[in-house]
Antibody, heavy 124, light 107 residues
Framework: EVQLLESGGGLVQPGGSLRLSCAAS????????MSWVRQAPGKGLEWVSG????????YYVDSVKGRFTISRDESKNTLFLQMNSLRVEDTAVYYC?????????????????WGQGTLVTVSP | EVVLTQSPGSLSLSPGERATLSCRAS??????LTWYQHRPGQAPRLLMY???TRATGIPDRFSGSGSGTDFTLTISRLEPEDFAVYYC?????????FGPGTRLEIK
């Protein structure tokens, strides 16, 4: 059974940093692109960042480029999101998502498994 | 960036009725469209990918259609567990984008 467990969320001041983790199990982690998707309070879903199965390609929405860094550790089956220079508008529940199709070198596409999310609150 | 527009924003129907949800893309995205169901407090659930292919375990009362810029998700006979928010998402080009969602409510 595929399981994704996010951690690392919390309360941080504007300008601060957080590192989110997503521990994966139940599938061949290195064969699947992974992504982070967030949902601000009362808002819809927003894709934030993705990484290919190989880890060689990364992708970001414009609003987080230069501030967030996605990475993965195959030895630990874990996905990360390093978030720096946080802004109030980054407040959201952050979900990690596993791609539905096993391709090591392709960009993220659609997500067939999601974690339960971790809440990030950026507030003075 | 591909902008997705969903209509209606909310829909009130009764169990057993048919629901038709629309998603329109700001430019052609072939069939690279996905639908998700999102219940409060739960993780989103993949319903449909490639515009019309049901994901594993999705009942056949859910169907998808469309290509290019106009897409439809149809739920033929609503069950109580179907009342949720539905999002479309495109993966034709980066960045991946989601529509704003359609809230399906019990009448």
């Amino acid at each position: 059974e595929v399981q994704l467990l996010e951690s690392g969320g919390g309360l941080v001041q504007p300008g601060g940093s957080l590192r989110l983790s997503c521990a994966a199990s139940g599938f061949d982690f290195s064969s699947y692109a992974m992504s982070w998707v967030r949902q601000a309070p009362g808002k819809g879903l927003e894709w934030v960042s993705g990484i290919s199965g190989s880890g060689g390609s990364t992708y970001y929405v414009d609003s987080v480029k230069g501030r967030f860094t996605i990475s993965r550790d195959e030895s630990k089956n874990t996905l990360f999101l390093q978030m720096n220079s946080l802004r109030v508008e980054d407040t959201a529940v952050y979900y990690c998502g596993k791609d539905a199709i096993a391709t090591r070198f392709q960009a993220p596409q659609q997500f067939d498994s999601w974690g339960q999310g971790t809440l990030v609150t950026v507030s003075p | 960036e591909v902008v997705l527009t969903q209509s209606p924003g909310s829909l009130s129907l009764s169990p057993g009725e048919r629901a038709t949800l629309s998603c329109r893309a700001s430019q052609g995205i072939n069939i690279f469209l996905t639908w998700y169901q999102h219940r409060p407090g739960q993780a989103p659930r993949l319903l449909m990918y490639g515009a019309s292919t049901r994901a594993t375990g999705i009942p056949d009362r859910f169907s998808g259609s469309g290509s290019g810029t106009d897409f439809t998700l149809t739920i033929s006979r609503l069950e109580p567990e179907d009342f949720a928010v539905y999002y479309c998402q495109q993966y034709d080009s980066s960045p991946i984008t989601f529509g704003p969602g359609t809230r399906l409510e019990i009448k």
